[in-house]
Nanobody, 115 residues
């Protein structure tokens, strides 16, 4: 059974930075595609960034150049480095793991950016 535990959220002023971490249990981390999603109040959950097992990354347009996703397979951990944060980045951020038909979610961590 896979568990994903996010950490690193919090309150930050606009222009600041945060680094989110997601620690995964289980044995499929190294071969799984990992992603960070976010959901703001009243909005649908959206993909923020993803990283494949081979290290290829993709980002939603609104975070390109500001956010960086990375993974450490030795630590079973995926990171989201967020810089130049904006109030519109405020949301609950969720870690996601996908492999074949398997799809797992973390519990989410709140990121609040004040103006």
């Amino acid at each position: 059974q896979v568990q994903l535990v996010e950490s690193g959220g919090g309150l930050v002023q606009a222009g600041g930075s945060l680094r989110l971490s997601c620690a995964a249990s289980g044995s499929i981390f190294e071969i799984a595609t990992m992603g960070w999603y976010r959901q703001a109040p009243g909005k649908q959950r959206e993909l923020v960034a993803g990283i494949t097992s081979g290290g290829s990354t993709n980002y939603t347009d609104s975070v390109k150049g500001r956010f960086t996703i990375s993974r450490d397979n030795a630590k079973n951990t995926v990171y989201l480095q967020m810089s130049s944060l904006k109030p519109e980045d405020t949301a609950v951020y969720y870690c996601n793991m996908r492999w074949m038909s398997l799809n797992y979610w973390g519990q989410g961590t709140q990121v609040t950016v004040s103006s």
